[in-house]
């Protein structure tokens, strides 16, 4: 095993990376600033890596040196050392126990032009202003397991590399492909690469999720609006389309995440049939 380091204390330079995880105010700032995110559990670093990420560090604690022999080896053998502590220390360091074995920095990819995700996309979703780190996780991990094409944020949208949502999404935030998208103005974008546009409503004349699915539009962008107040007034208003989920038991709504789940799994195209991408504008769709 190569650049394993003993970590001598809290004030250690080479665990900067990973002080005080539990400050989410600090470290939504902070983690952008230096070009970095945190990658939490085996599992997770091992898709960081396999999307191709690049390791500044690992930091785990002595009892999963050798469970995890191979881990460090990938991570050493990309360059960037190993840090090993006691589970005190570590908690000392982080905030927390750090328990599923292992956590790393990573540098934070330099995200792609919308333009660039749209032109071989679908479907795509928009999350618009979602705030809650573990709903942003969630809503990924079921564009991963759904089919999702890419998933666009508008800019006061949380985190997606934020360690919460990396963790709760099982380390697909790395495989389904995301960048920011402009908004409102980022409607018009869509609409020129082709898309037919449709917020997630309550609205009383939205359609059915099903009628959507039966008019099963060549390229879709479904917009997710943020936590109690839903899609925005002005977003909604510029939609091509208000689509709503039908509900029963007097429940009128669900969890943005399980809404985007059952959106995701209502619109997949069906086995073979996935359409070419349009040409055409969103008007164009019937």
């Known amino acids: 095993m190569r650049r394993v380091e003993q970590v001598s204390g809290l004030e250690d330079p080479r665990v900067t990376d990973y002080v005080a995880l539990t400050d989410v105010a600090l470290r939504r700032l902070r983690d952008v600033e230096l070009g970095l995110y945190l990658a939490e559990s085996e599992k997770v670093i091992r898709r960081a890596l396999a999307a191709g990420h690049r390791p500044r560090s690992m930091l785990l604690s002595e009892r999963w040196l050798e469970p995890l022999a191979d881990l460090v080896d990938l991570v050493a053998g990309a360059g960037a050392p190993v840090l090993v502590g006691a589970p005190a220390l570590l908690e000392q360091i982080t905030g927390f126990n750090v328990h599923r074995g292992a956590i790393a920095s990573m540098h934070r990819p330099a995200l792609p032009a919308p333009e660039e995700l ?54 697909t935030v790395f495989q389904v492909p995301w960048t920011r998208l ?105």
């Open 118 to 171: 749209l032109g071989t996309a679908r479907r795509v979703a928009v999350l618009e202003d979602i705030v809650d780190h573990t709903n942003v996780g969630a809503i990924f991990r079921g564009a991963a397991g759904l089919g999702v094409d890419a998933v666009l944020v508008t800019p006061r949208c949380a985190d997606p590399l934020y360690r919460r949502s990396v963790r709760v999404s099982m380390g």
């Open 182 to 286: 402009p908004w409102p103005g980022g409607l018009t974008r869509l609409r020129e690469a082709g898309f037919v546009v449709a917020a997630l409503t309550l609205t009383a004349e939205a359609m059915s999720l099903d009628d959507l699915t039966a008019r099963n539009p060549p390229r879709l962008a479904m917009v997710l609006g943020t936590e109690g107040d839903g899609v925005s007034r002005a977003a909604a208003t510029a939609a091509d389309l208000a689509v709503r989920i039908p509900m029963s038991g007097g429940v009128d709504s669900l969890n943005v995440a399980a809404a985007a789940a059952v959106a995701f799994y209502g619109t997949r195209p069906a086995a073979g049939t996935r359409p070419a991408p349009s040409t055409g504008s969103a008007a164009d769709v019937g």
